[in-house]
């Protein structure tokens, strides 16, 4: 056996292999982001999340001078030459250039780079004040200016440091590029590509200090993750902007939606009728003929504002996006969950467990008539609950939920305002029918199921789901099945309550109804009032029975939505059901 005077052997270090065409290359913000937090490069690069926050956008604040290319940044050899030929050396002050490396497999815009000749130095543009740390600069910054070095390196300068400008204190910070900051940054560059070809995302951290102020904490949900994994913590509330952006409604015959500056302008028979700014437009809902001009159209896709498209009487015939959310990651697990009949029925179980919990509570919460809601009737949907949870297959999970529906809708008469409560005139119900609906409170009941089968549709978008493809609704062409599952458990809670609101409290009257062929529908005038009702009710807060915060119900369903994706993902082994007490 040979000696080794060395116990320790030194690693070899080997260069990155040449990339691919189609791969694409690491940016230096990626390198920031995954020495902050591994979860939030993977959300952004991997799954193609991002969301902006009062950081960010004073970010770009800062950046905005920088950001617009100035000056000029002469070819290295060029310099070199000038710099041997006994010439002065040329001053370089070029402001926003990008550059990038093949062989390293990364590239950076880079905000400014100052030099004289050959020698090159980037400054990084940073809002805020200086850090009172010990290198005067934290880890993720020093890396991302360290990439800028790296790549200004590959092009043939001679690159040796960096600075930081911080705007908030109008201060400069040297960074030089030792031995111990380019391992650092090789050993992030190295991670952040082990983790994204690995295809599990890095799991969320732990009561960090990092994650309220995190653009990305209610994609992310770090606390909620973790408490739903078993973590004995209390999540922190979810440190986001209010909900101030509200979707906008054009029901009018013949309107026509056009853009002007930063704003939607709706006209009816070329007069201007009504305008919103687009900053406050969450989404675009189209009911019946109405034209979208192609600039706002066009706007509206940049932006990420999805608009829906429904029939004058309000069924969903389908939604505008853009390209689509990025993240085909989330999209692959939902489809090969779909195939699994055991995935499908476990999570048909919950569903239609927490919508019978969710109508009796309703029921219990709004009974009108005397004497309070019946034992027996709360009992016996608590027994459907019970077989609900036992059910052996799809089939069987379908009937019992279709018998707990024909109790529930069989007392639903008791939860309307009785004759003698008002003087306003009554509405009569006596059993849930459709396709068409044949009174007010059932022409109700389905223009409500429309609309937040709209709302979860758009929210499933927005998240990375196809809605299309269901679990407890099979698929079928046309039909929105993940967005019917996921508004299950919501019925009661969010349609039924909003019909018993806007009739008890007289904001939809029976004088509101058109009836036609057997057929009864709202009246434009009705359905604006009834729209009003029920975008208030989704802005309505509530504490959540399990995270213990407060949050609206439009919040709420976006929460409950990424949460499915989390399961999905494998991140949790249940997918959490909201059912308040």
């Known amino acids: 056996m040979g000696q080794h005077n060395d116990m320790h052997q030194q690693e070899l270090e080997l260069p990155f292999p040449e990339l691919r065409d189609d791969v694409p ?3 230096a913000r990626m390198i920031n982001e995954y020495c902050y937090c591994p979860r939030l490069a993977y959300l952004e690069w991997v799954q193609g999340e991002w969301d902006d926050s009062a950081d960010t956008v004073q970010g770009r604040w800062v950046h905005r001078r920088v950001d617009k290319p100035g000056g000029k940044l002469p070819p290295a050899q060029q310099a070199k030459d000038r710099a041997n030929d006994a010439e002065p050396d040329e001053k370089i002050h070029a402001r926003s250039i990008q550059l990038s490396s093949n062989r390293l497999g990364l590239i950076a815009r880079m905000d400014l780079i100052e030099g004289n000749g050959n020698s090159v130095t980037p400054v990084d543009y940073k809002r805020g004040k200086r850090p009172h740390v010990a290198r005067g600069v934290y880890d993720p910054e ?16 001679s690159c040796t440091e960096g600075v930081i400008y911080y705007a908030g204190s109008r201060e400069r910070v040297g960074v030089e590029f030792d031995d111990e900051l380019r391992a650092l940054t090789k050993q992030t560059i190295d991670g952040l590509r082990f983790v994204a070809a690995g295809g599990r995302i890095p799991a969320p951290l732990e009561d960090s200090p990092k994650c309220p102020r995190c653009s990305l ?23 986001m902007g209010l909900d101030i952006a509200l979707p906008l409604y054009v029901q009018a015959w013949h309107a026509k939606v056009s853009k002007s500056g930063e704003r939607l302008e709706v006209f009816i028979d070329d007069k201007k ?22 600039p706002a159209m066009q706007e509206l896709m940049r932006r990420n504002i999805p608009i829906s498209w429904h029939s004058h009487g309000g069924w969903l015939m389908g939604h505008t996006v853009g390209t689509g959310h990025k993240n085909i990651e989330l999209r692959r697990a939902q489809f090969r969950a779909a195939d699994d009949p055991a995935f499908c029925l476990r999570l048909a179980k919950t569903l239609v467990e927490s919508k019978i919990k969710n109508a009796r509570t309703l029921l ?12 027996a009737l709360l009992e016996d949907l608590n027994g459907d609950v019970r077989r609900a949870r036992k059910a052996e297959d799809l089939q069987t999970l379908l009937g019992i939920e279709g018998s707990s529906a024909a109790r529930y809708f069989g007392e639903f008469s008791n939860l309307i305002r009785l004759a003698g409560d008002s003087a306003m005139p009554t509405f009569e119900f006596n059993k849930r029918n459709r396709r068409p609906p044949t009174d007010p409170v059932n022409a109700l009941l389905s223009y409500a199921y429309a609309l937040l089968a709209r709302t979860l549709t758009n929210t499933l978008s927005s998240v990375g789901l196809d809605p299309y493809l269901g679990y407890y609704h099979q698929p079928r062409y046309g039909r929105p099945a993940l967005s019917l599952d996921m508004m299950e458990p919501y019925r009661p809670l969010l349609a039924d309550s909003t019909v018993i609101q806007a009739i008890n409290n007289g904001e939809v009257r029976p004088s509101d109804f058109i009836q036609a062929a057997g057929s009864v529908a709202l009246h434009p005038d009705g359905r604006k009032r009834f729209i009003a009702t029920y975008e208030r009710r989704l802005s309505q807060e509530i504490t959540h029975p399990l995270l213990g915060y407060r949050l609206s119900y439009r919040r709420l369903l976006e929460v409950q939505v990424r949460l499915f994706a989390r399961h999905l993902l494998g991140e949790l082994d249940q997918f959490p059901q909201f059912t308040p007490r």
């Not at 070095?149 to 092009?155: K, R, S, V």
């Not at 992310?220 to 979810?238: K, M, Y």
């Not at 919103?276 to 979208?292: E, H, K, M, P, T």
């Open 142 to 157: 020093r890396v991302q200016l360290c990439v800028q070095g790296m790549i200004l390196a590959e092009h043939g300068y």
């Open 25 to 27: 290359l690491l940016p």
């Open 217 to 239: 904490v209610g994609i992310c949900l770090p606390d909620e993750t973790a408490f739903f994994r078993g973590a004995e913590i209390a999540p922190r509330p979810l440190s």
């Open 364 to 375: 219990r919460r709004n009974w009108k008539a005397d004497g309070g809601t019946p034992a």
């Open 273 to 294: 009728v009504q305008e919103a700014r687009l900053i406050d437009v969450s989404q675009l809902a189209l009911f019946g003929n109405v034209y979208v001009t192609t």
